[in-house]
């Protein structure tokens, strides 16, 4: 009897500890991951392999600058060691073959043809099955080399920069494309966490580059605080879709000016047209003297996620956009 007591004991006190254990290393054995907190809103966060800490994704600029700011160039001959995955996404896609345009772009291969190298077999079927759709052979594709870069964003330094994400749970590689994309894939990839199991991860801050114009705002009609504030939102929006950069900024604070223009840059007329519909959609959702949010919601292969807007007073009485 005393000794059942001792194994029972030692075995409360294993169960005790082993989570303990378990958690120091969550941060490693989690790394790479993109981590959708389940219990909150579905906020999702990168759990970055190079220094174990998660970054917050909120918005399409955080993927964004989250993949500049972690992304490692790599050669064309490493990537095509590390097989390709394909998401669900609505895209143009010219030939039909089931390949979005922009990823054919990045993959060389012909975004006007099923076949590009007309072996006869489909430039998908080929992915799909690691062959190299523009050649015959089968993709070289190298284990250790997919280990060693898990959870890693990958850039095309031999191409446009093209991004990559190699996500640990069925190590493949997936393409990244516009800001908006990348948000997408990224939360379409994630895995859910518990709140209690991320708050023993650390988080980690990105450096935003901070070049402060504040003569950009002078043109900007964001009127006083009496002034309706979704005209900023709707301005902002009208701006961004007529591809109207400096109009477009001068809607938002200088801090995020510089990213923000990096963003609207990078996105081609459709990529525009899609992000001004976004933020003109969203709708007054909290509202106070200093702030107002507003709201909207984006699907994502039948997946609801809730997008924020928020217009903050500025010392000088203009309200303006403080993210993206
Ligand atoms: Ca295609
Ligand atoms: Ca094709
Ligand atoms: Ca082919």
Sequence with gaps: MYKKIITISSL????????????????????????????????????????????????????????????IGITNENLNKIPIGLIPYKCSDSDGDGLCNNLEAALGTNPHKIDSDDDGYDDKEEIVNNYNPLGKNKMNIDKNFVQNNIGKILLQTEKNGEAWYLNPKDQKRYYLGRPLDAFMVMRFLSLGISNNDLDKITIGTINNPNNTNDSQNQDCDCGTENTNTYTIISNAASAIRAGNTQKALSY?????????????????????????????????????????????????????????????????????????
Excluded at 318 to 324: A, E, F, S
């Design 252 to 324: 938002f604070v200088s801090e995020i000016q510089p990213a923000v223009k990096y963003t609207l840059d990078f996105l081609d007329n459709n990529g525009r047209l899609l992000l001004g519909n976004i933020i003109s959609s969203a709708k007054l959702t909290h509202t106070n003297n200093e702030q107002k949010i507003y709201s909207t919601e984006v699907y994502f292969n039948n997946e609801k996620i809730k997008v924020n807007f928020i217009v903050e007073k500025q010392p000088n009485g203009k309200w303006l956009l403080t993210n993206l």
């Design 12 to 71: 409360l006190l294993l169960i005790l500890l082993l989570p303990a254990n378990a958690q120091v290393d969550l941060g490693k054995k989690l790394s790479g991951y993109i981590l959708l907190q389940v219990e909150n809103h579905g906020e999702a966060w990168y759990l970055n392999p190079q220094d174990h800490k998660r970054y917050y994704l909120g918005k399409p600029l955080d993927a964004f600058n989250i993949m500049r700011q972690f992304g």
